[in-house]
């Protein structure tokens, strides 16, 4: 319990040892990955940049309405990118060498 009903201020919590706010538990963030059930076990072992095409999109980092194994990181469910509800967002991110 973290005072909020729902989603809390950005960074009111202090970022992760990478210096990044809210990367899990506040809500789930969708990323640019297409779903593929079996990609990691085929996939580059370092940055593994994800799948080209699919159906569904990848949903990462647990929102304030889950239960505390889906935020795990490991945990990334499949969803169509057509849903919304008040526990997904996004992050706007740059690649490091720009």
Do not use: H
């Given at each position: 319990?973290?005072g909020?009903?729902?989603?809390?201020?950005v960074?009111?919590?202090?970022?992760?040892?990478y210096?990044l706010?809210?990367?899990?538990g506040n809500?789930?963030?969708?990323?640019?990955?297409?779903?593929?059930?079996?990609?990691?076990?085929?996939?580059?072992k370092?940055?593994?940049?994800?799948?080209?095409?699919?159906?569904?999109r990848v949903?990462?980092?647990?929102s304030?309405?889950?239960k505390?194994?889906?935020?795990?990181?490991?945990?990334r469910?499949?969803d169509?990118s057509?849903?919304?509800?008040?526990d997904?967002?996004?992050?706007?991110?740059?690649?490091?060498?720009?």
């Amino acid at each position: 319990n973290d005072g909020y009903v729902q989603t809390s201020p950005v960074a009111k919590f202090a970022p992760n040892g990478y210096g990044l706010y809210d990367m899990a538990g506040n809500v789930r963030e969708w990323t640019s990955d297409w779903y593929q059930s079996n990609y990691y076990s085929n996939s580059p072992k370092n940055n593994p940049l994800g799948s080209e095409n699919g159906q569904y999109r990848v949903v990462r980092g647990g929102s304030w309405a889950s239960k505390s194994y889906f935020v795990r990181v490991s945990f990334r469910p499949a969803d169509t990118s057509t849903i919304y509800t008040d526990d997904i967002g996004f992050r706007c991110a740059r690649s490091a060498t720009e």
